[in-house]
C-alpha cells in the first residue's frame, strides 16, 4: 500500500511537539512493514544543513494562491525506506520557526495546494493520504471538490488526524477566492462555514474518509461541549468513522539503557542505576544533592492547557512537603513570570529553565523519580509515555490519552505505574502528590511499581497496526 503523510512538522527535520514525534515514528513503523511510505512537509529555514546536504531536487512548478502565482521546488530525501518530500518556497518558508505569523493562513493554504499538485506532477499518487491538524485539514475537500476532476486523484482515500482540537484554522471568508481561488458558495452553503468563518478542521472532518484522534479517551470527549471546542456537535454527527488511536513513542530513541544524554544507562534489571541520573540532576540544576529526597520533573509548554494555572497556585504548598520540583518549558510570559517568583522562593527545592532543550529533558526523564502533567486537556501526551519508560512515575490529570496509558495506582492491591486525579483542582493535584509521596516511601512497592512502568509497551507496534487496519478498510 502508498501512503503519504502531510504535516506542518517532523522529526528529526524540525518540531514542536507531538505532532512532529508522531509522523517522525508512524511512517518510519509502516515502511519496515513494507509499505511505500511518503511523508510531505515544507522545507522551513530551520531543518538543519546535515539533513539539506543529502536531499535531491526533483523540479519545480507554480501553485497559484488567489492571485499571485507562486514558486513550489521539490527536493526529496529518502532515510529507512521512507521518501521526504520538501516543499521549497522562501518566501513562505525562510523564516525561523513554524508557527506564529500573521500570514499563516496564507502559508499554509499554499502548502496544501502544492502537496496536491506535487502528487501528480512527480508520480506519487497514494493509496491513503493521510493529513493531519489544521494545516492540511483543507486537503479532502480541495481534492475533492478542486481537484476532483483528475482522474488519478479519485481513487484517493483521506484520513484525517486530530492532534489537538484546539487550532482549527478559522480564517475569513474572503480566503477562499483569495487563497484557494474558489467561490463564496461554499462558504454561503455552511459546507466550510463555522461560526462565521471558514474553519479547516470543520471542513476536514466532514471530507475526510475516516477521522482518527491520538486516544481513545480523546476520541470520546472531543464529542461534548466541553472538550469540542465548538465542533463537537459536527464529531457526533461523524462519529462514525471517528476512532481513537494511541500514539506511541519511538523506544530506540527513548530509551534508557542506550540514551547518549543521561549520565548513566540502566533498564529494568539494573534499575538502581537510575539514582546517579537523579545526582547529576541535582547538581546541574543547583538543588540540593540527596538520593533520598524525591524529585518530581516536569518538561511541558506553560500554557493553561498543559495546568499551569494549578501549579502557580499550589506549588508553594508543594515545596513545603520533602521533595524537589524540575521544571523545563516556556511559553505564557504569565506563567514564566509567575514560576521564577516561586522558584526564588524556593532556592535549593525548585530549579526552572525557561528553555525547550530535548537533552535536559532527557535528563529529566531519567533523574527524577516522579513526573507531573496536570494537564486541562491532553489529546494523547508523549511525556507520561518517555517517562514510564524512563521508571519515572506520572502524576497526571486524568484526562484523555493520560486516563489510557497512566494506571492509576491501587493502594489496596499495591499496582500501578502512576498517580492520578479526576477533578482539575490544585487541592486534587496536591491530594495526588501525597499519595506518591506515600508510596515513594514504600521501596519494594515504588520499584515495583517503577518496573510495571518501564515494561509496558507504547511501543509504535500496536499504533501501526490500527492503523493498517483503517487504510486497509478504506483501500478494500
Not at 25 to 37: I, K, M, Q, Y
Not at 120 to 140: G, K, M, Q, V, W
Not at 153 to 181: D, M, S
Request: glycine share 10%; hydrophobic share 40%.
Amino acid at each position: 500500500m502508498r501512503i503519504l503523510f502531510a504535516g506542518a512538522e517532523c522529526a528529526p527535520f524540525v518540531k514542536t511537539g507531538g505532532l512532529g514525534d508522531v509522523l517522525g515514528a508512524l511512517p518510519n513503523e509502516l515502511a519496515e512493514r513494507g509499505d511505500d511510505v511518503g511523508v510531505v512537509l515544507p522545507l522551513y529555514q530551520d531543518i538543519p544543513d546535515k539533513y539539506r546536504q543529502k536531499m535531491q531536487y526533483q523540479g519545480n512548478f507554480i501553485v497559484p494562491v488567489g492571485w499571485r502565482n507562486q514558486y513550489c521546488g521539490i527536493f526529496t530525501y529518502k532515510h529507512h525506506g521512507v521518501t521526504y518530500f520538501f516543499i521549497d518556497n522562501e518566501y513562505y518558508f525562510k523564516r525561523p520557526g513554524i508557527y506564529g505569523y500573521y500570514d499563516d493562513g496564507e502559508r499554509f493554504a499554499y502548502f496544501q495546494q502544492a502537496v496536491i499538485m506535487m502528487m501528480e506532477r512527480f508520480n506519487f499518487i497514494p493509496s491513503i493520504l493521510h493529513c493531519n491538524d489544521y494545516h492540511t485539514a483543507f486537503i479532502p475537500f480541495l481534492l475533492h471538490e478542486k481537484w476532483g476532476f483528475v482522474d488519478a486523484y479519485r481513487g484517493i482515500k483521506t484520513v484525517l488526524t486530530i492532534h489537538n482540537l484546539e487550532f482549527q484554522g478559522k480564517y475569513n471568508a474572503k480566503t477562499l477566492p483569495g487563497f484557494f481561488n474558489m467561490g463564496y458558495d461554499w462558504f454561503d452553503s455552511g459546507i466550510v462555514r463555522q461560526s462565521g468563518d471558514v474553519n479547516w478542521m470543520k471542513t476536514g472532518i466532514l471530507y475526510a474518509d475516516r477521522v482518527t484522534t491520538v486516544s481513545p479517551s480523546y476520541a470520546r470527549e472531543i464529542q461534548t461541549p466541553e472538550f469540542g471546542q465548538g465542533l463537537d456537535g459536527i464529531l457526533r454527527m461523524c462519529s462514525h468513522k471517528v476512532t481513537g488511536i494511541l500514539n506511541g513513542i519511538d523506544f530506540k530513541r527513548y530509551n534508557p539503557e542506550t540514551d547518549p544524554d543521561i549520565k548513566a544507562n540502566y533498564n529494568v534489571r539494573k534499575l538502581r542505576k537510575k539514582v546517579q541520573n537523579k545526582i547529576a540532576l541535582q547538581k546541574e540544576l543547583g538543588l540540593k544533592r540527596a538520593a533520598h529526597i524525591p524529585l518530581i520533573g516536569m518538561v511541558t509548554r506553560l500554557t493553561a492547557q498543559k495546568g499551569c494555572q494549578l501549579l502557580v497556585d499550589e506549588l508553594d504548598n508543594i515545596l513545603q512537603f520533602n521533595v524537589q520540583v524540575a521544571i523545563l518549558g516556556n511559553g505564557d510570559p504569565f506563567y514564566e513570570h509567575a514560576l521564577s517568583e516561586i522558584a526564588k522562593r524556593h532556592p535549593g527545592k525548585m530549579s526552572l529553565t525557561l528553555a525547550f532543550d530535548t537533552k535536559l529533558a532527557q535528563r529529566i526523564y531519567a533523574g527524577a523519580d516522579s513526573f507531573l502533567m496536570p494537564s486541562a486537556f491532553e489529546p494523547c501526551g508523549l511525556s507520561q509515555l518517555i517517562a514510564l519508560h524512563y521508571g519515572t512515575l506520572p502524576v497526571v490529570h486524568q484526562i484523555g490519552g493520560l486516563a489510557d496509558t497512566v494506571w492509576v495506582y491501587d493502594k489496596t492491591k499495591n499496582e500501578g505505574t502512576g498517580f492520578g486525579f479526576k477533578e482539575f483542582s490544585g487541592y486534587q493535584m496536591v491530594q495526588a502528590i501525597k499519595k506518591m509521596l506515600a508510596a515513594y516511601g514504600e521501596k519494594d512497592i515504588w520499584f515495583k511499581m517503577q518496573r510495571t512502568a518501564m515494561k509496558s509497551d507504547f511501543s509504535w507496534h500496536k499504533s501501526a497496526s490500527d492503523y493498517q487496519w483503517i487504510y486497509g478498510e478504506l483501500v478494500d
